[in-house]
């Protein structure tokens, strides 16, 4: 079946880069010339995606505003001949069948899924994480889970291994390899915190595609980690019913709602940007000597 739907839950509160997501949301963070939400929304019609929904929360109107028309802003580009501008402009607000709800309350990324029951209907969807960017320069993150499900049938979890140091901010996987990078997921825990709960270095990384089979699930999922309803914990009834497969993603991923992330995502892709790629790259080589 193809995948024509997808979510973008982006309700967070950005926490971790505070006090610039006191009145800004991080998915509207610059990379370059583009707020990273752009790059998601792209990276999902790249890969087939029609129609969206982003799943936002109070202060996020922004995110609205910029995938809608900006009539002043368009008539002043057209009128003062900026064509090239005025088309870049004007094209955002047609990417994709994009509409919006509010997760009033922060319940939990489980819960943030649950909110696009309606919008999903009775098919397999995907979900692209608002603060996750993944720069590939082949195949779209989402379209490699996208293949994948095509092929094997079943819920897709998109994967990279995670320094082990760190794997108890993340969710755990138990994996048995099937092929190249694709693996199959038997068992998961949502942020182990003692050695004996890890179940592998492979952590789910910002990108899933799921069946409509979930909503049931999360329908009836207890609060988890942090008092919240946990996606990971309705995807591992799925997990350790009918198995799912995970795939280790190729791309640069980078966190923007980590400050490092942000920085290094506006490096990469300026270092790939036609209009900034030669100065920064000097810029960087001279900086260097300093340091």
């Known amino acids: 079946m193809k995948i024509r739907k997808a979510i973008i839950p982006a309700a967070g ?39 969206i929904l982003i799943i936002t929360g109070r202060g996020k109107g922004l995110m609205e505003d910029h995938f ?10 057209k009128n003062s001949g900026k064509n090239e501008m ?7 607000a047609n990417l994709a069948d994009i509409s919006f709800i509010r997760q009033k309350e922060m319940k939990g990324l489980g819960h943030a899924v649950l909110k696009a029951n309606s919008f999903v209907g009775n098919e397999p969807f995907a979900v692209l ?12 993150a989402i379209k490699q889970l996208i293949d994948a499900y095509g092929e094997y049938g079943e ?47 492979y952590s789910i990384t910002d990108r899933v595609v799921l069946p409509p089979s979930i909503f049931e699930i999360l329908e009836r999922t207890t609060p988890g980690a942090g008092g919240e309803i946990q996606l990971t914990d309705a995807m591992r009834e799925i997990a350790l019913t009918k198995g799912m497969t995970a795939v280790e993603m ?30 920064l790259k000097e810029y960087i080589k001279n900086l260097a000597k300093e340091l």
């Open 13 to 51: 509160f950005g926490t971790r880069v505070l006090p610039a997501t006191k009145n800004m949301p991080k998915e509207m963070f610059p990379i370059v010339d583009k707020p990273a939400i752009q790059y998601i929304v792209e990276e999902a019609v790249a890969s087939g995606i029609t129609d």
């Open 68 to 77: 809608d028309y900006a009539p002043e802003l368009e008539a002043a580009l």
């Open 86 to 92: 005025y088309e870049q402009v004007r094209n955002i």
């Open 129 to 140: 994480f608002g603060d996750g960017v993944i720069d590939c320069d082949k195949t779209p």
């Open 155 to 201: 819920g897709v979890l998109g994967v990279k291994k995670v320094p082990e140091e760190e794997i108890h901010k993340y969710g755990s996987l138990k994996v048995e390899k099937l092929h190249d990078n694709v693996f199959k997921c038997t068992d998961m825990v949502e942020k182990p915190q003692t050695k004996e709960e890890v179940l592998s270095l």
């Open 250 to 279: 190729e791309g640069n991923r980078f966190d923007m709602g980590n400050k490092f992330g942000i920085l290094q995502a506006n490096i990469i892709m300026g270092l790939k940007h036609p209009e900034t790629k030669e100065q």
